[in-house]
């Protein structure tokens, strides 16, 4: 019973990561560049359908703590209005092979002053 009751525990704080890739339009692959840019981007999420993320970095001055992950989920389905969210970006690069995402990123850089 005990060991249940801790397993399930442990699956409510897991974060879901991206298990294959996402068809995510041209301004969410802006976005992940302009994220994957910054020296301190912690979490990138996106919503199944590709159309919202949300994004944790921590400040150049300082370090962050906390659940960068589960909040990055959080502030995506914010966004998407309810569409689930994915991890898709972890410590600034992508957590899956995506071609089509890698294919953007070599062809178009990151501005992290956008995100400011």
Not at 37 to 43: E, L, M, Q, S, V
Not at 81 to 110: E, N, R, S
Request: aromatic share 8%; hydrophobic share 40%; with cysteine.
């Amino acid at each position: 019973m005990v060991l249940v009751t801790c397993i399930t525990m442990l699956a409510a704080c897991q974060t879901t990561y991206a298990q294959k890739p996402i068809g995510m339009s041209p301004a969410a692959m802006q976005y992940f560049a302009d994220w994957a840019a910054i020296p301190h981007a912690k979490a990138f999420a996106v919503s199944e359908n590709g159309r919202a993320v949300g994004i944790v970095y921590c400040p150049d001055f300082g370090g962050c703590a906390g659940p960068s992950e589960a909040t990055a989920i959080s502030v995506c389905e914010t966004n998407s209005k309810g569409v689930p969210c994915l991890i898709y970006g972890v410590d600034g690069k992508p957590v899956l092979d995506d071609p089509k995402l890698q294919a953007y990123l070599d062809t178009h850089k990151g501005d992290r002053s956008k995100l400011r």
